[in-house]
């Protein structure tokens, strides 16, 4: 998959290198809430990777635009290692990522280099500063609806809001996006990851840029061992590395299971996809309430209404767009679910 490597950046943690790639005709629709597939996982910042990562990306944007999904009755193991059937689905195998950790943290050891961003620093810094406005929204009795946008601006006061907010983070990776958040006044952070890889590099780098207060532990979302329930839920490319694997269908099923039961009551949950349309999310969602209302009901026994899990409440409207053949595109998609 070509990719347009642009110079490298200054930035505060190193030299920053951004990559992107050029959007291909097919990748763009109509629906201006599209994100754009396959590409967008080379849309990261590289704080100065020198190892293997050019193979590595090439091996996984190729993967990612192959969709090789099994039927479910074919599941599978997630320590499985890829088979050369599988190997398209590399980025949903742990394997990938405890090697991928293991090169980070050996880099970051070596050079001081923090590794990637997910879908590129711009996109992070969006993401923190629209959750922590929808939270202090949300904090002052104001909840979205759908129509009007969430400011980004600073709310008078509204900080004192954040503490109330615990965070976690699930697939944190190199869990810069809670350092990103604790520099915008969230306090109570828990980053979360199934590699032991990206918990080391979490830590390393938490501890180096004076962020020790934010917890890291190592935990499958799919098998969650965390006991406690968190008002802030937010997931920046971990569905959609979940939704890799060759059982990723089941997989995504898992994943809304586990997640309804991390969530709050009254909290959120913040999903960051550039393989699905916020569309697409809010559909998987209400798949999933209907699941959820049918199994109340069976155990029940009962016909009585039961309130959806989750309601979608807002989006991000402003990341770029690309226009190309006449139809418009945004790469990524930032979509907010309230837990009822
Ligand atoms: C695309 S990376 C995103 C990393 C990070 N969220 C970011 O934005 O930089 C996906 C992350 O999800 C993690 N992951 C994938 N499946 C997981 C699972 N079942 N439980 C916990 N973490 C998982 C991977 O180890 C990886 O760190």
Request: glycine fraction near 8%.
């Given at each position: ?165 615990s965070v976690l983070d699930i697939g944190t990776g190199n869990g810069l996006l809670l350092q990103e ?129 989750f309601r979608y409440i807002a989006h991000v409207r402003s990341y770029q767009t690309f226009e190309f ?16």
């Amino acid at each position: 998959m070509a990719g347009i490597r642009l110079p490298p950046e200054e930035s505060d943690v190193s030299q920053a290198q951004q990559t992107r790639a050029a959007p291909a005709a097919t990748d763009l629709v109509s629906d201006d809430d599209r994100s754009v597939a396959a590409d967008s996982w080379s849309i990261k910042s590289e704080y100065g990777s020198t190892l293997d990562d050019d193979q590595r990306h090439a091996d996984a944007a190729d993967a990612l635009s192959a969709g090789n999904h099994r039927d479910a009755s074919d599941y599978s193991s997630d320590k499985d290692e890829p088979d050369a059937e599988a190997v398209t689905s590399m980025l949903g195998l742990q394997s990938y990522w405890d090697s991928a950790y293991a090169d980070e943290l050996a880099n970051f050891r070596e050079h001081g280099h923090a590794g990637e961003v997910w879908f590129g620093t711009d996109v992070m810094e969006i993401v923190s500063s629209w959750t922590k406005s929808l939270c202090i929204d949300i904090s002052q009795g104001h909840i979205p609806n759908h129509v009007d946008d969430i400011k980004s601006e600073p709310v008078e006061d509204g900080e004192k809001y954040l503490s109330t907010w615990s965070v976690l983070d699930i697939g944190t990776g190199n869990g810069l996006l809670l350092q990103e958040l604790a520099k915008q006044g969230f306090s109570d952070l828990t980053g979360t990851d199934y590699s032991e890889g990206a918990i080391d590099l979490s830590r390393s780098l938490a501890q180096r840029d004076g962020f020790a207060n934010i917890n890291f532990l190592v935990d499958d979302v799919l098998d969650t061992k965390l006991e406690r329930e968190f008002k802030l839920v937010i997931d920046k490319g971990t569905l959609d590395a979940i939704g890799l694997h060759p059982d990723g269908p089941i997989k995504r099923i898992m994943y809304w299971d586990s997640v309804s039961r991390l969530v709050a009551h009254g909290g959120l949950l913040v999903i960051t996809s550039c393989n699905n349309t916020k569309d697409e999310l809010v559909q998987e969602v209400e798949d999933f309430n209907k699941r959820s209302i049918g199994a109340h009901q069976e155990s029940e026994q009962t016909q009585k209404e039961q309130e959806p899990p989750f309601r979608y409440i807002a989006h991000v409207r402003s990341y770029q767009t690309f226009e190309f053949g006449g139809s418009v595109g945004s790469r990524v998609a930032t979509v907010a679910f309230l837990h009822t």
